[in-house]
């Protein structure tokens, strides 16, 4: 079939018969599932209009993307056009702004608050992560969301599906008086085991890889540092599949991800995110 002849026949696809009439299932294949993720994003706005500032749509030629967003409310349980970022909790509208602006040069620290350096994980799931950085003194704000990929404006539903190359990842905003770039990477490496490639624990899939992306050259220097103490005293001979390379755009993700765990998870049973507190992190338990 050619891509015309297919984009023919799937134009008489009722999608929004198909949405309606979707049955969540549960988490198989390293894919989240509408019922792991809860009942939220069935009450997630949806924003079929894209706002005057922030919230544009892009076309792309890519058959990748073409896919990836029709079919994206098999994924999703709904069809999403657009993500909203001004809906967003600070410093979730700032982080899109400098994405929209120049998708090549990352923030290395916060505009509004300029006494505050940002940090990019990955680490598969970003659920867990954020909660395990919002429990660490010093970090002021986290923001889940998508990194390391050239699609622009991209969406939950696009990179479920590996439409766009990005990876699921969190953005740390912290005070290096109060806490410093080398305690942050204890954090990562506490959680994280970098021997896996493209997934972590149930998540599979290459928005699942894992990665230190480094905003400045103190922070490269610091993550090769670490990098290479972990291979030689806790993974001799063995290939790390974790990324450590500059960073790139970073997307925040929808609203009903941000601090999802902390506001009740998939259980709605919220876990806390007190500074200091060293309760088990559970993601889908």
Known sequence: LTLAT?????????????????VPMTTRGGRRSLSSLGRRKCNSKI??????????????????????????????????????????????????????????????????????????????CFWGLELAYQRIPGVVYTTVGYTQGRE??????????EATGHTEAVCVYYNATECTYEELLDVFFT???????????????????????YHTPMQENMARARF???????????????ECKPSMAFWPAEKYHQK????????????SAEKGCTDTIRCYG
């Open 6 to 22: 297919t984009t023919l026949a799937l134009s008489k696809i009722n999608v929004n018969a198909l949405s309606s009439s979707f």
């Open 47 to 124: 924003t079929s209009t894209p706002p005057t500032r922030l919230s544009t749509t892009t076309t792309t030629t890519s058959t990748t993307m073409f896919f990836g967003n029709l079919f994206q409310n098999f994924n999703t349980g709904f069809v999403e056009s657009v993500i909203d970022y001004e809906t967003l909790n600070h410093p979730g509208p700032e982080l899109a702004n400098a994405a929209i602006q120049d998708s090549m040069k990352p923030l290395t620290q916060s505009v509004k608050d300029p006494q505050l350096e940002l940090a990019t994980f990955a680490g598969g």
């Open 152 to 161: 622009t404006y991209p969406t939950y539903g696009q990179v479920s599906v």
């Open 191 to 213: 959680r994280v085991n970098p021997l896996t490639v493209n997934g972590q624990g149930r998540d599979y899939g290459k928005q699942y890889r894992t990665g230190v992306y």
């Open 228 to 242: 290479q103490q972990e291979q030689e005293q806790n993974y001799p001979g063995k290939p790390i599949a974790t």
């Open 260 to 271: 999802y765990l902390s506001r009740g998870g998939p259980r709605r049973v919220a876990q």
